[in-house]
């Protein structure tokens, strides 16, 4: 492999450090990163794991208070190791990041916390991934850095709002006590903007804007869902994928409005009082917000917008117009030796489930392996 470019420095933070050689730089320490790290372990490659966080979790740890996972402990677990909760019970997010902890410990996989990539470059038939920490020449790079992006996605109209309305996106949400007193506005009606507004209402008047994403009308702690739930997890495994009409058709759904609701039903909304407006912020009217053709008197908004994805670091050619990765089930479409575990829909409706990752992760590792058995011995 050629000689990487010479050393930069970053934010101030020397980046000089010796060039470090390793086969696979995975960049993310998600389930999505560990999955990929374990697939690669027992095929006996050499692969790190770098994450800027300081403790693997942490991104779970860091969601709003009451998050919880939509899936039942039983089906949470990741390749090896089962979730260590009550079988139809529902983790909370502490209890994911734990588990996520316990894992890369449990494998002894080999990651690199406090580690900041900044930038992903070609070098030769490989790459070189720079970190605040040093560099890596590689031969393959795995990015899983998250379902959907960490970048918010907050709507321009924001910015015309009157500054006394407090403004907080979904990833920046804890508890009803950060809004103070007053009416809020959830913008974003997919399954966690429906979860904060049914919240949020139990103190304050709220009023739920989006478009309807539909519901799945079983209460996820009932009964009846325990039976439904496997051949739920059917359909999303093998028949809504990316090789089916009807899955092609959700994926496109899913990727640009978000998921259907799931804890929360539309009757739980109404029981608490929701307002509930299938428009969006459509202008804003001497600062407040207007929805419906009406302004908006409202103390705070909370955009449950989601995030955009943001791979500008990435100097390599992989984005489509739609502005995510051109690749088929991880593997980039234009760049041998860049993959993708963890995106939304990668394969199928699961693959954003802790269920799903497990089996888009051991393909993206296999690709690996092929193609590491396609290289020449020198």
Not at 12 to 27: A, F, L, N, S, Y
Not at 187 to 200: K, M, N, P, R, Y
Request: glycine fraction near 10%; include cysteine; proline fraction near 7%.
């Amino acid at each position: 492999m050629p000689d990487a470019p010479p050393a930069l420095s970053v934010d101030g933070m020397d980046t000089t450090q010796k060039t470090r050689e390793i086969e696979t730089v995975i960049i993310g320490a998600g389930q999505a990163g560990l999955s990929t790290g374990y697939h690669l372990q027992r095929r006996g490659h050499q692969f790190v794991i770098l994450d800027a966080s300081a403790r693997v979790g942490d991104n779970w740890r860091q969601q709003w208070d009451t998050l919880k996972l939509y899936t039942p402990a039983q089906y949470d677990g990741l390749p090896g190791l089962p979730f260590p909760a009550p079988r139809w019970s529902f983790p909370g997010k502490d209890q994911v990041g734990d588990y996520l902890d316990s894992y890369a410990r449990h494998f002894d996989l080999p990651v690199r916390l406090r580690t900041r990539v900044v930038s992903v470059d070609p070098d030769g038939d490989g790459f070189v991934v720079t970190t605040d920490r040093g560099r890596y020449s590689c031969r393959n790079v795995v990015v899983a850095t998250g379902t959907f992006g960490r970048t918010p996605r907050i709507p321009e109209i924001a910015s015309e709002l009157d500054p006394a309305i407090l403004q907080l996106h979904s990833s920046q949400y804890r508890r009803p006590e950060q809004l103070g007193a007053g009416p809020v506005l959830v913008v974003g009606a997919s399954h966690s903007g429906c979860d904060l507004a049914f919240e949020i209402a139990k103190t304050n008047p709220t009023v739920l804007a989006g478009r309807d994403c539909g519901q799945i009308p079983p209460q996820l702690d009932s009964r009846q869902m325990r039976v439904m739930f496997p051949l739920l997890l059917f359909a999303w495994r093998h028949v809504l994928t990316r090789r089916t009409p009807v899955g092609r058709k959700t994926m496109a759904k899913i990727r640009h409005h978000g998921g259907p609701m799931l804890r929360v039903k539309r009757s739980d909304l109404a029981e608490r009082g929701v307002e509930r407006v299938t428009s969006r912020v459509e202008s804003v009217a001497d600062g407040r917000p207007v929805v419906d053709g009406t302004p908006r008197d409202v103390a705070t908004i909370v955009w449950a917008t989601g995030f955009r994805q943001s791979f500008a670091w990435i100097h390599l050619p992989m984005l489509g117009d739609d502005g995510w990765p051109r690749e088929m089930r991880g593997a980039a479409t234009e760049t041998p030796g860049l993959y993708f575990c963890g995106l939304s829909f990668q394969y199928c409706f699961g693959s954003m489930l802790l269920s799903g990752v497990g089996r888009d992760a051991g393909f993206v590792a296999g690709r690996i392996a092929a193609r590491k058995a396609l290289t020449p011995v020198s």
